[in-house]
């Protein structure tokens, strides 16, 4: 019996026990994966490394001296856009209240009124005027009958 026990535990080591396959396949991976990515991400740090070196000693001292001599000019380009843009506002506020629209619609309706009068008075200057000359020559036509004898 222990011959057939020690032959069912080799045959379950071999069919379940996967250790050393695994162990196998685990190495060729890893020396797989190192050589075909080497050293790329150390390089990649020192290149990121230089870079920065080189931007802290050359180009920060570069930026902060345009950044000295550019600003205040800048600076005063953006408020005098803003106070532009103040300005707009405010004019714009101005002529769109309906405060103000009310006070020109009443200006225009009070010129309207006054147009009205002006045009009605000048027809009345019109019609009488019309009617005197109608009268005169009525009463010239009337003293032309007289005088050619035409009455009745």
């Known amino acids: ?13 071999r069919l379940f026990d996967h250790r050393p396959f695994l162990r196998g396949e685990i190495a060729y991976f890893k020396k797989e994966f190192e050589e075909k990515r080497g050293d790329r991400e150390v390089e990649q740090l020192f290149k990121s ?10 180009q920060i001292e570069k ?8 600003l205040p000019r800048t600076i005063a380009d953006i408020q005098v856009a803003l106070h532009m ?3 707009t506002l405010a004019t714009d506020k101005q002529f769109n209240t309906e405060e103000l629209l009310a006070k020109k619609r009443a200006d225009r309706n009070s010129r309207l009124e006054a147009a009205q009068r002006d045009v009605d008075e000048k027809l009345k200057l019109l019609e009488s005027s019309y009617q005197e000359k109608e009268l005169a020559l009525r009463q010239q036509y009337e ?10």
């Open 1 to 13: 019996m222990a011959e057939a026990a020690k032959d069912v535990n080799e045959v379950f080591s």
């Open 49 to 58: 490394l230089e870079l920065i070196t080189e931007i802290k000693e050359g």
């Open 63 to 70: 930026i902060v001296g345009s950044s000295d001599d550019n």
């Open 85 to 87: 843009c103040e300005d």
């Open 143 to 152: 003293h032309l009958e007289k005088s050619a004898g035409y009455t009745k």
